[in-house]
């Protein structure tokens, strides 16, 4: 035993002297490895050898995953490879983008590896990791005919797509490369491939302008006329792409030049869209294209020729030739499109004034309008093109031009900001008087934009101060109110310096618009856009030094007092306070300005309400405390009796917390019937909606311009429907924000009694909303609610009551295709069983 032991240790010792003589610094195989790397991509063949018998991991990674065969095939270094595959490298190794050995020597163009890589068994079709390109997408991509038949003798798949579904085959036809398009043609099975775009091998050419491919495929059997997806042949994208020897090439050998693709374009409207190719339009017609011909939205090649850029995103400037050949070929310089457009309303915008006048000295007719009513005048201003308008200008356009709204060229100036266009017009002609079928005048819109060079010159031409909006106003920026003045838009927007020059003029101070606000309710309620603080308190003083009614009231009864207490303007609150406004008026909710301010905790501003004579009460400690008063948070936990004790102490059951909400909209959002009874005996208001988004019952009923049977309905609370309904709430009552109805919430939310208690009591079970444009839920139905939120349930009632299975929203959905969207099985099954069509469907984009 003890020779033994003796042994052992001796053998331990010859082994460590071993190792201290093959690795005598003592690194790891991983370190080895590392420096095997290195010694692979210097082409150290010496040491590459010394280090793989010392022990180095022959598979270790470095930069970007490569190992040391990885290197070796990039850097050429044959004998190291031949040293690495011998060791045991493995030929497969992956680098982080996916690439074998195979890729990076095809890649690096070194045949001889690659023989040898093949010859060691590597994977042919291995795919790299970005692309999912096959080393035969490298070898076609680098030219390498060579390394192609090597690849192809070897198994390689000549029909393979990478990620873009690209096979080589496209790939050589893309690069150009006959020798690689006529190899690999003999060894395909899909000799006649198309791409995801159904685009041929003679569209792939020539997209990159290969003349001498093309005539290769041509002769070797290629259709002329073959079309892609989108309709267009080869001579579409020739004529595109601006080929003239293409083109004559492919006419040459049969192209159709009246050939149309899906958009009804020729390809003479391709070449003359792009504006650059007069002699490939020249060789068109010279061929037999019609000059005249439409497309689907009625463009003739001249609309194309005057819109440089159409249909693509950048826009450039063209010159004339292209439109110049046209006409001397005979184009209508007249023609209208769909739209009722002519040359010259695309001409104003893209073609520039070399554009414009070629098209008037040949007749184009100045005053034309389209179907907005819109002449090359009003187009020109709207895009600003000052050039193009001074020319239509000088060349007897009518300045006074009215759109089907009545709008002039003018407004449209003033509208979009285009001061020196403005000020154009204005010195040559433009009426000040002229306004649009809601009433809508230059001075308004002048007003809007608070330039006070343009509102003098206005005023100094004799614009009416006291005109008024009528309903339906054409500028979608601005709301829909009657009566409005210039001096309202100008106190409403805060232009103090504008408001003075308005008064000067004669401008009513006192004025009111339809709903009974005056300018000085505009500054207060500060409902467009802020300014700074400061602009409101000047623009208040000068409409009250101006004699404007501190004390005026609106409809409902608001004070500008009321409006500046609330949105938390305290220099305006002094400002008024300073002109003897009444601090103690009450609106039609019996609130004054203090309520208001305490309701958004203006703590400031209701001590210096306080200090000027203002009555408190609970209701104002309470709402700067928390934001709703004792009524409401008695309403919210149904207390009877103290909702008894405190409206018979004088509580105001309308008052509103900060979030315009009334203790109405808590009893209903909690479902309390006796409260919601109590509160309707003595005077609640049914049909006042909580403006602002807020959570207010364990439901989440949320408040958005919504009423308090909106409410109820969201909650399910079916016995308070029932109350407010044969309280003299209509059923079918829409919110303002969302124009939805009880029964759209009821059906969103799942809440199957109340829904067929709303439709007993006369609910349009088919009612729309009106969401906005880009909502999902536009126009939708209660059934579609119901079918993309998955309640089969709902879904039954409503069908059974009526609903009308194939209705469309505003996106052209049917509720089938919501739950379809949705993956509603048993709703797909309860709709195609009442008669859904199933025959269309949805486009998802991913």
């Not at 023989?115 to 997408?137: C, F, M, Y």
């Amino acid at each position: 035993m003890k020779y033994k032991r003796l042994f052992c240790l001796v053998a331990i010792l010859v082994l460590l002297v071993i190792v201290r003589w093959i690795n005598p610094l003592g690194l790891t195989d991983e370190e080895l490895g590392i420096l095997l790397i290195q010694a692979a991509t210097e082409g150290d063949a010496k040491r590459a050898q010394s280090l793989i018998v010392k022990g180095a991991d022959i598979e270790a990674t470095g930069e970007f995953g490569r190992t040391a065969l990885h290197e070796a095939a990039m850097e050429g270094h044959k004998d190291i490879v031949g040293l690495l595959i011998a060791g045991g490298a493995i030929v497969n190794a992956k680098s982080k983008l996916g690439h074998t050995p195979l890729h990076e020597a095809i890649n690096w163009r070194h045949e001889d590896i690659v023989q040898l890589l093949i010859a060691a068994g590597v994977d042919v079709n291995a795919r790299d990791s970005q692309k999912e390109n096959t080393p035969l997408h490298y070898a076609v991509q680098e030219g390498l005919v060579r390394v192609t038949e090597l690849l192809i003798v070897n198994g390689a798949d000549v029909d393979v797509e990478n990620l873009a579904g690209i096979t080589p085959l496209r790939l050589a036809a893309i690069t150009g490369n006959i020798d690689l398009v006529a190899l690999l043609s003999k060894k395909s099975s899909k000799v006649d491939t198309r791409d995801r775009r159904d685009n041929t091998l003679l569209h792939s050419a020539i997209v990159h302008g290969h003349k001498d491919l093309v005539e290769h495929l041509l002769i070797n059997g290629a259709r002329v006329n073959g079309k892609n997806e989108s309709g267009q042949t080869p001579l579409h994208t020739a004529a595109m792409k601006g080929f003239r020897d293409v083109v004559e090439l492919l006419i040459a050998k049969g192209a159709d030049v009246k050939a149309v693709d899906s958009s009804g374009d020729t390809p003479l409207h391709e070449a003359s869209a792009w504006g650059h190719y007069p002699e490939i339009v020249k060789i068109l017609i010279n061929n037999g294209a019609d000059v005249n011909v439409r497309n689907n939205e009625a463009w003739t090649p001249l609309h194309e020729a005057c819109t440089s850029g159409h249909p693509r995103d950048v826009i450039v400037h063209v010159d004339k030739d292209v439109a110049e050949i046209l006409i001397s070929k005979g184009a209508v310089v007249n023609v209208q499109d769909n739209h009722g457009d002519t040359p010259l309303h695309h001409a104003v915008v893209y073609g520039g004034q070399d554009m414009v006048k070629l098209l008037l000295d040949h007749g184009a007719a100045i005053n034309v309008a389209n179907e907005y009513g819109e002449t090359p005048l009003h187009v020109a201003v709207i895009h600003q093109s000052k050039g193009a308008v001074e020319l239509l200008v000088a060349s007897g356009a009518n300045i006074n031009a009215r759109d089907k709204d009545g709008r002039t060229p003018l407004l449209e100036a003033l509208s979009y900001l285009k001061k020196d266009i403005a000020m154009f017009l204005l010195t040559n002609g433009a009426k000040v008087d002229t306004e649009t079928i809601s009433g809508w005048t230059p001075l308004h819109a002048a007003a809007f934009e608070g330039d006070k060079e343009i509102v003098e010159l206005i005023l100094a031409k004799g614009a009416n101060v006291c005109a008024k909006t009528r309903k339906g106003t054409s500028d979608p920026r601005l709301s829909d109110l009657q009566g409005r003045t210039p001096l309202h838009i100008a106190a409403s927007r805060r232009h103090y310096d504008i408001i003075g020059l308005l008064i000067a003029k004669g401008a009513d101070v006192n004025a009111r618009d339809e709903i009974g606000s005056t300018s000085l309710h505009d500054v207060s309620n500060g409902r467009y856009y802020e300014k700074g603080e400061d602009v409101y308190t000047r623009t208040g003083e000068v409409l009250v030094t101006s004699g404007a009614d501190v004390d005026a009231m609106n409809d409902m009864r608001q004070t500008p007092l009321h409006l500046a207490a609330f949105h938390g303007h305290i220099g305006l609150v002094q400002t008024l306070i300073n002109g003897d406004a009444d601090v103690n008026l009450k609106d039609i909710s019996g609130s004054a300005p203090i309520h208001e301010a305490a309701r958004r905790r203006r703590k400031e501003i209701v001590e210096l309400l306080i200090a000027n004579g203002a009555k408190t009460d609970t209701t104002v400690v309470s709402l700067l405390k928390t934001g709703t008063t004792p009524l409401h948070e008695a309403a919210r936990a149904g207390d009877f009796k103290k909702m008894e004790s405190l409206i018979a102490n004088g509580a105001n059951v309308n008052v509103k917390d900060r979030m315009n909400a009334r203790p109405l909209h808590y009893a209903a959002a909690y479902g309390h019937t006796k409260v919601v009874e109590l509160l309707l005996a003595n005077g609640a208001r049914v049909f006042d909606e909580a403006l602002i988004e807020i959570p207010i019952s364990e439901h989440g009923g949320r408040v958005i311009g919504n009423t308090p049977l909106h409410i109820a309905a969201h909650e399910g609370h079916k016995d308070v429907v029932e109350v407010l309904v044969k309280n003299g709430v209509n059923v079918n009552i829409e919110s303002s924000g969302r124009n939805e109805t009880p029964l759209h919430l009821a059906a969103r939310e799942r809440h199957n009694e109340t829904i067929k208690l709303l439709i007993e009591l006369g609910a349009d079970v088919n009612k729309i909303n009106n969401v906005s444009e880009g909502s999902a839920f536009d126009r939708c139905t209660a059934l579609h609610y119901a079918a993309y939120f998955g309640h089969a349930d709902v879904v039954r009632t409503l069908l059974s009551c009526g609903a009308k299975v194939n209705a469309k929203n505003g996106h052209g959905e049917t509720a089938l295709q919501m739950a379809i969207y949705c993956d509603r099985k048993e709703i797909i099954e309860l709709l195609q069983s009442a008669g859904a069509e199933s025959n269309s469907e949805i486009n998802v984009e991913n």
